[in-house]
């Protein structure tokens, strides 16, 4: 067979390839067989005219993976690259072949495998589990070596197989991120180099490179191709975060339709006697399957491991899209609900206490009563296009929003003494509605100047958001001990009368970028600024009470240099920006707006590729101001400062061909360098902790060919509830084992996945959020599911 040669390849312009995911499962030791046995599963034309190089050792290319990432895997580490010649077909190619000094094109293609057109997703990295590239915000699709920030992706196969219910599940593992919120509470929480992130009522995750549009308090994680985590402030690359969050950034990648279809249904069990299943249905149309629809749905419905808790919870995600020639769009809507008996809800410890924190009780310990609950309903959309206006051109727009409504009656549990009584304050029926949009558009070019070549991204976006909460009369909430909780008769409370308005936002941005790159891409610099201006107003019983309105600007300055092909050095400059406050009525100052807060982040680290197996280290510094009332003077000023340094070691992909590790440390130094209240200087920030671990392992079994063993192991240091660094919650270490099982029944292809979560069965507080709220660690569960693709 011929492979086609009359394909035309632009520069500066990226052919999509499929995104057709093939169950790949083999090991080679030469690019020739390797290519032949993707041709073979795929069904795709593979053909080469190069010498193709020796490889040590072998490669093994296993996971539901594209043809292009089976092909990224297989050839990583050599001087080899391959473009689309046509229809389900690639050619693998050598820069110092493709053409002789005349410019003349070698010869065809004498030797043909078996493929098709490039998938706007960074290829899998060997092992499956995290992707060779991300989302930069405004600089769009970034390999991770070429990256000057630190950013991870975890791919849909690393979902699946750590049975995610959310994305939170995920994250978990990330040894830079803690999610200390229990997946029984009716939110998640995160921290982000020692920094909380989604911890109000406007969302602060991203969907698709814009906020808004995921689910505000949890998102289901069956909505995501990809989870990506953009580490450190980011106001230049995603623009202002609703709430000023400055740790990172997190972004769901949804899923679209491939080339093939897919029929594919899950069914699971466990976390308590929780039961259900998830559908994901696929189809391509049109003359050359330009039209593509994509559904995830899901429901379940139990107990969990959690004291007379119930959790009821459903999804429905529709995705469409289009891929033409030069015009790209997509359409994405989302239904989410969640419904919660006895929600748990993290410990306080007031401010004036002293005690020591009593230990943790059984992690299915939970003071909430069966007769509170929590209902959430999110529904968001978002429609996106871009069109290649030249070559080398692109315009792009998107428009989404959401709206989530959340009524609830519960308290919080307050400890009393180092004995563990407490008592719930606040036993309040709330009923909260958030409005919220984001539109953004731009132009995205790429030209060269002299011997440099530059990519220039210019954005235009807007989010407004709009929060009304309707409280009801607080009541007296239930009283006990942590460690002997007992059912009560349920408190009367009165409902909201009406929702009054909250608060509103709008955040407007102007941003620009360029990407210099030098030296056949050896050296890249980037460049860039953001004018971002920030309206806030705040009511009372629905009445204007205070407003702020101020902008800044904010600077971003990244190089990447790399000696040899696998090593990337790389350091940047860049800043996070939240609003400043409005100064209370209590302090000598009050009504006054203070300026914007802008966070500070110095990062400098180095990126390994090994081709099978990578990693990296980097260094980091972050400075956040914050505002307090002087006690001597009465005036509120913003003279605190929290100052994070850090040093995160991360490693991913293959030791051997049958054992994939993934993990790393972070170390971190964190102080209050300045503060209004002297006492405050050098303490030790709340719920900082000096040292967090994640190492997770897989094993190809031997002995049972399909089947897979894993463990993770995490630990997270001691942390301090209180600013004065007397009150602190012990470190905590978990052992999570797990195994799959693949296999084929009847032509079906079957996975079975269990796992056993916290496995010595640990008692433990898991963290402590900005606000000393104190949540409790997940006792031993376990879990089981199936899944068939029809």
Same mark, same amino acid.
């Given at each position: ?11 500066? $312009? ?5 995104? @057709? ?28 005219? #190069? ?25 990583? %580490? ?69 990256? !000057? ?14 049975? /995610? ?13 803690? /999610?200390?919120? +229990? ?55 995603? %623009? ?14 949804? $899923? ?42 899901? &429901? ?15 999804? +429905? @995600? ?25 929600? +748990? ?41 871009? =069109? ?40 309040? &029926? ?11 558009? %731009? ?11 530059? $990519? ?64 056949? *891409? ?13 309206? #806030?107003?705040? =009511? ?49 100052? +009050? ?33 956040? !101001? ?37 993990? %790393? ?8 360098? $300045? ?65 799959? =099982? ?19 069965? *640990? ?7 900005? =606000? ?19």
């Amino acid at each position: 067979m011929a492979a086609e040669t009359n394909t035309q390849t632009v520069p500066g $312009k990226q052919v999509e390839v499929a995104q @057709a995911l093939y169950s790949f499962d083999f090991s080679v030791t030469s690019i020739a067989d390797g290519i032949s046995q993707i041709g073979d599963v795929s069904g795709w034309s593979i053909a080469y005219t #190069v010498e193709l190089p020796e490889i040590a050792g072998s490669r093994e290319i296993r996971g539901e993976l594209s043809v292009p990432a089976a092909i990224e895997m297989l050839i990583r %580490g050599t001087d080899l690259s391959y473009r689309a010649i046509g229809s389900r077909s690639l050619i693998i190619t050598d820069a110092s072949t493709q053409s002789n000094a005349s410019g003349e094109m070698v010869t065809d293609p004498v030797i043909v495998e078996a493929t098709g057109t490039q998938s706007d997703l960074a290829p899998a990295y060997a092992g499956g589990q995290v992707a060779t590239g991300g989302r930069l915000g405004m600089l769009g699709n970034t390999d991770i070596m070429d990256a !000057p920030v630190s950013i991870t992706s975890y791919t849909s196969e690393y979902i699946a197989d750590q049975q /995610a219910e959310t994305i939170a599940d995920v994250l978990q593992y990330d040894p830079s991120v803690r /999610a200390p919120n +229990a997946e029984t509470s009716n939110l998640d929480t995160y921290q982000i180099r020692g920094f909380g992130v989604n911890l109000f009522n406007a969302g602060e995750v991203g969907f698709n490179g814009a906020y808004g549009v995921a689910p505000t308090f949890r998102v289901d994680s069956n909505v995501a191709e990809r989870i990506e985590v953009l580490k450190g402030p980011n106001a230049l690359l995603n %623009g202002m975060s609703p709430t000023g969050a400055v740790g990172g950034a997190i972004n769901i990648v949804p $899923k679209r339709a491939g080339d093939e279809d897919l029929n594919r249904v899950s069914l699971d069990y466990g976390r308590g006697e929780q039961g259900g299943g998830n559908l994901d249905f696929s189809r391509r149309f049109g003359a050359n399957d330009e039209f593509g629809v994509r559904f995830n749905g899901g &429901y379940h419905d139990g107990d969990t491991y959690l004291d007379h808790q119930t959790r009821e919870r459903s999804l +429905a @995600a529709l995705a469409l899209d289009y891929k033409g020639d030069n015009f790209r769009a997509s359409v994405d809507l989302i239904d989410q609900r969640e419904n919660l008996d006895a929600p +748990a809800r993290e410990f306080f410890i007031s401010s004036g206490a002293t005690f020591a924190v009593p230990d943790a009780p059984d992690g299915s310990t939970n003071p909430i009563q069966k007769w509170e609950w929590s209902d959430a309903v999110d529904r968001s959309g978002m429609i996106k296009a871009e =069109y290649d206006v030249l070559d080398s051109l692109t315009v792009f727009a998107s428009f989404g929003g959401g709206r989530t409504e959340l009524d609830r009656v519960f308290g919080t549990p307050i400890l009393q003494n180092s004995a563990g009584d407490y008592s719930e304050s606040n036993l309040t &029926y709330g009923s909260f509605l958030t409005d919220r949009w984001s539109t953004s558009g %731009g132009v995205r070019g790429e030209f060269y100047t002299l011997e440099v070549n530059h $990519k220039v991204t210019f954005e235009a976006s807007h989010y407004q958001d709009s929060v009304s909460r309707g409280l009801g009369t607080a009541a007296t909430g239930t009283s006990g001990n942590i460690y002997n909780v007992q059912e009560v008769s349920p408190v009367a409370v009165s409902a909201p009368n009406g929702r009054p308005k909250l608060s509103d936002s709008e955040l407007t941005g102007y941003a620009v970028a360029d990407t210099m790159s030098f030296w056949d *891409e050896q050296v890249l610099f980037t460049v860039g600024a953001r004018h971002q201006t920030i309206k #806030v107003n705040n =009511y009372s019983s629905g009445v204007l009470s205070a407003s702020y309105d101020d902008s800044a600007i904010t600077p971003m300055v990244g190089v990447v240099v790399k000696p040899i092909e696998t090593v990337s050095l790389y350091a940047n400059y860049i800043e996070g920006l939240n609003k400043g406050q409005t100064v209370p009525t209590s302090a000598a100052n +009050a009504g006054q707006t203070l300026d914007p807060y802008i966070a500070k982040q110095i990062e400098t680290g180095i990126k390994l590729d090994f081709g099978t197996i990578g990693g990296s280290v980097s260094a980091f510094q972050i400075t956040k !101001p914050s505002a307090d009332e002087d006690p001597d003077t009465s005036v509120y000023r913003a003279d605190n400062e929290q100052r994070n340094r850090g040093i995160e070691l991360n490693v991913f992909g293959e030791v051997t061909d049958d054992v994939r590790l993934m993990g %790393g440390v972070m170390f971190l130094d964190s102080e209050i360098t $300045k503060a209004v209240i002297s006492s405050n200087k050098g303490k030790r920030p709340v719920g900082t902790p000096e040292m967090q671990i994640n190492l997770v392992g897989e094993w190809d079994t031997p002995f049972v060919d399909g089947l897979t063993l894993s463990g993770t192991v995490t630990h997270t240091s001691e942390q301090f509830v209180d600013t004065n660094n007397v009150q602190g919650i012990p470190d905590w270490t978990t052992l999570d084992l797990g195994a799959r =099982y693949k296999t084929e029944l009847y032509g079906t292809p079957l996975t079975v996945r269990a796992s056993i979560q916290n496995v010595t069965n *640990e008692k433990y507080w898991s963290g402590v959020n900005d =606000y000393r709220l104190l949540s409790l660690g997940a006792p031993r569960t376990a879990f089981l599911s199936l899944t068939a693709d029809f």
